[in-house]
């Protein structure tokens, strides 16, 4: 019992960004179309928005935390 909690401490939360980010996307895609090849083009889009913006946003807080 207690190393599965270090185990569980001790991954990396971040990575649960990803799969968020594709059924968020995926789930808006397919409430606003009908057509599967159109709901998966919008969510693959959506999802590298969603991806892209946290990554400039990670980049910037990372460049201003720069030395402090």
């Known amino acids: 019992m207690m190393a599965s909690l270090t185990l569980l401490a001790a991954s990396n939360f971040t990575w649960y960004v990803f799969p968020l980010a594709f059924v968020?996307?995926?789930?808006y895609s397919a409430s606003r179309y009908e057509l599967p090849e159109r709901i998966i083009r919008?969510?693959?889009?959506?999802?590298?928005?969603?991806?892209?913006?946290?990554a400039i946003v990670f980049a910037v807080?990372?460049?201003l935390s720069f030395k402090l």
């Open 24 to 27: 968020i996307s995926l789930v």
């Open 42 to 54: 919008r969510a693959t889009r959506l999802f590298i928005t969603i991806v892209g913006f946290m």
């Open 61 to 63: 807080l990372l460049a």
